[in-house]
């Protein structure tokens, strides 16, 4: 699976890349194939704030509905739109254009608190055995 | 009481399913792949080519001795009569209250002689309810361990039988059954299935079932054969409104409001009947609908159905239909609210969303 270095990622599967002073979300390719056929995708309103390890948003897959949590605590200023009529993507593009949300983060620590890749990895790991 | 991991059985053919690399869920106490690939991919596959689910969870009893058609009319709601040798019916157990113990599908195999399969949940409740309800002349025999079940379905299923067992399968009868040697053992073969597609299910001594699972996917190999999942089987027979027994019906509920008064011949005696007249005179209550969402999310097993704010149902079974490309659903609503086009709220996640009751069955198979 492609876990990409320049990402940072959450235990519960979000990865989260910052950008000109916002944080940009989604879901892990690992997520991505545990879900398998996204079919629907909510998203919060733009200005919600959210905290970190809080559901931020909805995934359903054909079998059930799973909370996306918030990678880092700020305020939402953009939600990925495409995904309500094309939730397909975070199946075929989870690191492109499947993103979620970006988030304008309000306590600078919280990122440090994310894994790297190689963390992530032999979080994903471990918890398979 | 808790499950204990140990205490979760395994399929007879669970090793052919790892190397099939699928992933596995519970269910009704039973370790059972979930998917190999896509939900969406095994469902279109069925829809389209031909599948195979691997069902022998269910529960097999068989039904025979001088007085067992007398017993099997008087517990099942459907008439055995209307049925020859070589067919089988669909029907329910219900208990004196009307309430539905089970659905099961009947096979006739011989006049006295009868394969009855049960849902896996209630099998060992069935068992116990058959057994005392008979008063001699039946022997009932469990065929739970000794038989496995193979589901193939789809369009090509035919293609894929002829070839396996070297005799024609392209004109069998919806609801017909025969049977064939395969490797010197007798296999029962229904034209059954849980999907609406055309289909077969196959019910195979346990010793050749590896053999015969490798034979279908070796021969069906040109039509596209592939395994398909428990989530796909749930997908295909809700887009076609085949109920799920313990979801959509259970002993709190009867056939009048389940829909499936056409399971229940009034022309017969059967245990439950006179509670089902009596119902039919007084009216029921509530009905189950079929609904679709247009927009707003999918509706679950358990959600409420509201209306004008005032909790009034439960959805029973929910999904995204891969077929339609939309949310479909099962649920319990009043009569009033139950005709074609009436409107509902749904409860998503808190919020209310609009669902449409319409015709069922969602999806019809263009024949």
Known sequence: ?129 | MNMSLSEVKKLPLHAEHERFRANFMEFAGWTVPLSYSSIVDEHDAVRKNVGVFDVSHMGKILAEGDRASDFLEWVFSNRLSKISCGQAIYGLLLNPEGGICDDVIVYKLAPNRYFMIVNAGTRERDWEWLNRNSDGGVRLTDQMDSLNILAVQGPKSPDVLSEVFQCDFHHCPSFSCREVVFRNEKILIGATGYTGERGFELFAPVGISTELFRAIFERGAPFSIRPIGFGARDTLRLEVKYLLYGQDMDTETTPLEAGLEWTCDFSKDFLGKQALLKQKENGILRKLVSFEIPKGGIARHGYEIRRKGEAVGRVTSGTFSPSLKKAIGLGYVPVDLSTIGSEFDVMIRERAVKARVVKAPFYRHAV
């Not at chain 1, 910052?18 to 892990?28: N, P």
């Not at chain 1, 440090?112 to 963390?119: E, N, Q, W």
């Open chain 1, 1 to 129: 699976m492609n876990f990409p270095k320049t990402l940072r990622y959450a235990k519960t599967h979000e990865w989260a890349r910052r950008g000109d002073g916002v944080v940009v979300a989604g879901l892990s390719e690992y997520a991505q194939k545990e879900l398998s056929d996204v079919v629907y995708v909510e998203l919060p309103a733009i200005g919600k704030e959210v905290k970190q390890g809080q559901p931020c948003a909805v995934v359903e897959s054909v079998k059930a509905a799973f909370d996306v949590y918030a990678p880092v605590s700020g305020k939402v200023v953009k939600v990925n739109k495409t995904l309500e009529a094309n939730p397909s993507l975070v199946n075929t593009d989870s690191y492109g254009e499947g993103w979620f949300l970006e988030i304008e983060p309000s306590q600078t620590g919280e990122w440090d608190s994310l894994l790297d890749a190689g963390t992530y990895e032999s979080v994903l790991q471990e918890s398979a055995h």
